[in-house]
C-alpha cells in the first residue's frame, strides 16, 4: 500500500479523501516517528490486547484500517517498514534477513513499482517494499496472577537447583543456559519460574522447535496453571489472536512478535531449525524485551558452549541426572566395515545381523538409525526377511504416525528410522543401534539425543546402545565422553545410586 506524506504524519492511501501531496511507500520514508500517545483517547482495549507486542501485516489484523489508523494518529498504533533497501543492500524487518540470495522482485500491482519481498519468511505472508508491519505502541495491558501454579509433585534435587537458577534469570532478567540430560525432566523445573515471571508481570514466551512439543506442552502447562489463559501458537493453530501471560510456540511464530517477552524460554536450542537458522536467531532477538531474560535449555549444548560453561564464561546449570537416579547408558562402538556397499549388494554386515537378531530373540524393541532414506529403503527388505513386522520410518512417511503408534503398542519389534526420532519420542524400553555412525548427520548431539532415547523409564532404567561404523569419528568420542562426564558428575553430587 501507499501513504499519503503529510509533515507530521502519513495517511494510508485508501483512506485519502480529496487531500492533495506525495504518494510514497513505506519504504521510501524514514521510518516516521511515532505520534506523541495521548492518554485522553479511549483506545480498543480488544486491539491492545491483539496487537500488543506484534508485529503483524495488515491482513493479519481483524479491525478496519480506519479504526487502526485512528489508533495511528494517537499515538497507540505505529506503521513501520518491513523490507528497507538502501540502494546496496537489503534488510527485513520481519525476520532479519539480509542476505541478497533470499530477496527477489516484482513489478508490484499495488505500489506500481519494482518491488522487493523476502523469501526468506515467506511463509508468514509476503512482505515487501510497500508492505507496512504494524506495531502497538500504547500502553501494554496488564495482569497479575497470584499463587498461578497448581502442582502437587516434588523436583529432584538436581531439578532444585535448575529452578533456583531459572528464578534468579527471571528476576535478575539474565541469560542462563540450562544444560539438562535427556530424561532429567525439563519441564518441571521451569514451573516455579514461571509462576515468578507471571506473578511479576513478565510476560512469558516457550519456543520450541517442533510442533509436537508445542501440542505436548500447552496441556502439561495449562493443568498446572489452571487460571493463566495460555496461547498455543504453531502454523495452522487457532489461538493466533489471543492476549496471555503465558506463550508456547514454534521458534518461527516468534516472528510475529515485537519486543513482547520479559522472559523467554528457547527449547531445545541445539536442535534444527534454530541453529541451522540465523533467522529464527533474530527472531528470538526481536521478539524478546531489550532487557528481557533469555533462557535455553538444551541436553547437548554445541561445543562453544560447552567449553564456556566449564571455565565459568556461561551463567548456566547442568543437571547431569536423570529422574530416576540410574547413570546414562554409555554407546559402545562397533566396527561394521564398508556397510554401503554390502547394502547395495543386498547385504546387511554379520554384526548389525547378529545384534538384530538377539533382540528378535529375547523380544526387546529396538530403532535403528540410518544416516539417509534411500540407503535404510534399500536395507529394509533385507531386515524384514528375519522378521516380516520390522518397518522404517522417515520425513516424509505419510504413516509416520502410524508407524510410532504401532511400535509404542509393540506392534512392531525394530523400527528403522532416520533422524526424525532422534529426539522428542519415548519408548520405555528399547535398544538403540546407529548404522553409519561416521556419517557427517550424526554429529555429537544427533549422537547424544539418540542414545538418551534408551533407558528412559524407570521400570527399564538400561539398554544397549551400539553405534556401528566404518571408523571412528571425533562426534562418536565427543559424544561418549559427554555423558560419561555427566555420570561422573552425578555420582560425585550424589544424584545417582548405582
Ligand atoms: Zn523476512
Ligand atoms: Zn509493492
Not at 557427517?440 to 547424544?448: G, I, K, N, Q, R
Request: glycine content about 6%; some cysteine; proline content about 6%.
Amino acid at each position: 500500500m501507499l501513504f499519503l506524506k503529510k509533515d507530521e504524519y502519513v495517511i494510508p492511501q485508501q483512506l485519502v479523501k480529496g487531500e492533495a501531496g506525495e504518494f510514497v511507500r513505506i519504504t521510501d520514508m524514514t521510518n516516521p516517528k511515532a505520534l506523541p500517545v495521548d492518554p485522553t483517547f479511549p483506545f480498543n482495549q480488544n486491539l491492545q490486547l491483539f496487537l500488543s507486542g506484534r508485529k503483524l501485516l495488515l491482513d493479519e489484523i481483524p479491525f478496519s484500517l480506519e479504526e487502526i489508523h485512528n489508533h495511528y494518529l494517537h499515538g497507540y498504533v505505529d506503521y513501520r517498514q518491513g523490507v528497507i533497501f538502501d540502494g546496496k543492500r537489503l534488510y527485513c524487518c520481519r525476520c532479519g534477513n539480509k542476505d541478497a540470495v533470499f530477496f527477489a522482485s516484482f513489478h508490484c500491482a499495488r505500489c506500481k513499482k519494482k518491488c522487493w519481498y523476502c523469501r526468506k519468511c515467506i511463509m508468514m505472508g509476503r512482505v515487501s517494499q510497500c508492505t507496512p508491519l504494524i506495531i502497538w505502541t500504547g500502553p501494554t495491558p496488564h495482569f497479575s496472577f497470584q499463587k498461578s501454579l497448581k502442582w502437587q509433585g516434588t523436583l529432584s534435587p538436581s531439578q532444585k537447583d535448575a529452578s533456583i537458577k531459572i528464578k534468579e534469570a527471571v528476576r535478575e532478567r539474565k541469560e542462563l543456559l540450562v544444560w539438562a540430560v535427556c530424561g532429567a525432566g525439563k519441564t518441571e523445573m521451569l514451573f516455579e519460574g514461571i509462576e515468578e515471571a507471571i506473578q511479576s508481570g513478565k510476560r512469558t514466551a516457550i519456543a520450541t522447535p517442533r510442533t509436537d512439543v508445542v501440542l505436548e506442552l500447552t496441556p502439561r502447562f495449562q493443568q498446572v496453571f489452571p487460571d493463566i489463559p495460555i496461547a498455543s501458537l504453531y502454523g495452522g493453530s487457532e489461538d493466533r489472536h489471543r492476549y496471555s501471560p503465558l506463550v508456547i510456540a514454534t521458534t518461527h511464530q516468534l516472528l510475529r512478535f515485537h519486543e513482547a517477552f520479559d522472559c523467554l524460554i528457547i527449547d531445545e536450542v541445539d536442535a534444527f531449525p534454530y541453529s541451522a537458522d540465523e533467522m529464527l536467531q533474530t527472531a528470538a532477538e526481536l521478539a524478546r524485551k531489550k532487557n528481557g531474560s533469555l533462557i535455553f535449555l538444551t541436553a547437548t549444548p554445541k561445543e562453544v558452549w560447552q567449553a564456556e560453561c566449564y571455565r565459568g564464561k556461561r551463567n548456566c546449570v547442568i543437571l547431569p541426572a536423570r529422574f530416576h537416579r540410574y547413570p546414562l547408558p554409555i554407546p559402545s562402538f562397533g566396527w561394521c566395515g564398508n556397510w554401503r556397499e554390502k547394502v547395495k549388494k543386498g547385504q546387511i554386515p554379520l554384526k548389525i545381523l547378529q545384534w538384530v537378531k538377539s533382540r528378535l530373540v529375547s523380544g526387546k524393541q529396538a530403532l535403528i538409525f540410518f544416516p539417509h532414506i534411500e540407503l535404510m529403503e534399500q536395507a529394509l527388505p533385507y531386515f524384514q526377511k528375519m522378521d516380516g513386522r520390522i518397518e522404517a520410518v522417515h520425513s516424509e512417511d505419510p504413516n509416520r504416525k502410524e508407524k510410532v503408534q504401532a511400535m509404542r503398542t509393540g506392534d512392531i519389534p525394530i523400527l528403522l528410522t532416520t533422524t526424525i526420532l532422534e529426539r522428542g519420542v519415548t519408548f520405555p524400553n528399547i535398544d538403540v543401534a546407529v548404522v553409519g555412525a561416521e556419517d557427517d548427520t550424526f554429529t555429537e548431539s544427533a549422537l547424544v539425543q539418540i542414545a538418551g532415547r534408551v533407558g528412559r523409564s524407570p521400570q527399564f532404567p538400561t539398554g544397549d546402545i551400539t553405534f556401528f561404523h566404518y571408523g571412528i569419528t571425533r562426534a562418536m568420542i565427543r559424544s561418549r565422553n559427554q555423558l560419561l562426564r555427566m555420570n561422573r558428575q552425578a555420582r560425585m553430587k550424589g544424584l545417582i545410586d548405582s
